[in-house]
């Protein structure tokens, strides 16, 4: 079975800024992987690299077993972006039966409700433009969108970014359980503290290199930290 995104000394140039260098990671399926980093580190240039909305400049991107270029390697696969705009002059419901018929699929009303719950997102601010929204709102949708797909993988860039404390909680539980059931994630956070309880392994970037790569629990054990911001400083400190 091949592993849901394997990265291979990868690299991406700017002109002559080098954004990623020699980066190398694995994500199997099933599993949760946060790729932290501060901004500017890489995070979304690797993220589009694995969309093929750039090209890498060396190395080798697959998402099960296929390069970004074939179409079918984004087969079952969901994306939401940091800064996620969804169609102003659409209401909630409406954007969400858009996305299904571009997947050819059929929503459930039900499963649509309780999952926009567990969302925080209620019956009446599925009913209203999505104009209105605020950027936690509009995130809220988006991620409602990629999970209704019940896709296999899900990438999601920065996808706590702007929320309040309860609008992350429940983006953190709604993950939480979609990886319980089986589903694989890839996700980038400055928000170290996100991380916790959610993902399996770790990968950080720093001035576009990794600079570990493991499980959260043996990060903190390597650095001999109590928290993972702790961590991260102690990790990126020989690095300035």
């Known amino acids: ?71 079918g390697s984004r087969a079952g696969s969901a994306f939401l972006p940091e800064r996620f705009i969804p169609p102003a002059f659409l209401t909630g419901n409406e954007f969400l039966r858009y996305t299904a018929e571009l997947q050819g699929t059929a929503l459930n009303p039900d499963a649509v409700l309780a999952m926009a719950a567990r969302l925080d997102l209620g019956e009446l601010d599925l009913s ?14 988006g991620l409602l969108a990629c999970l209704m797909a019940s896709p296999k993988l899900l990438l999601l860039d920065e996808p706590m ?46 001035q576009g290199r990794v600079r570990f790569n493991g499980a959260p629990a043996d990060f903190l054990a390597a650095h001999g930290a109590a928290d993972m911001e702790q961590a991260y400083l102690a990790c990126v400190a020989g690095q300035l």
């Open 161 to 206: 970014s702007g929320l309040d404390v309860q609008g992350r909680r429940a983006i953190k539980l709604a993950l939480q359980e979609y990886h319980a059931a089986g589903g694989t994630l890839l996700f980038t956070s400055h928000l170290l503290n996100d991380i916790s309880g959610l993902a399996d392994d770790l990968v950080v970037l720093d």
């Open 128 to 141: 209203k433009s999505v104009g209105a929204y605020s950027k936690g709102m509009a995130q809220k949708l």
């Open 1 to 71: 079975m091949p592993d849901a995104i394997a990265v291979k000394s990868l690299s991406r140039r700017f002109g002559d800024r080098q954004v990623l260098a020699d980066v190398s990671f694995v994500v199997t399926q099933g599993a949760a992987c946060a790729l932290v980093g501060a901004n500017g580190a890489g995070k979304t240039t690797l993220i589009k690299i694995l969309l093929d909305f750039l090209n890498p400049s060396a190395g080798d991107v697959q998402l099960f077993g296929r390069a970004p270029g074939d179409p």
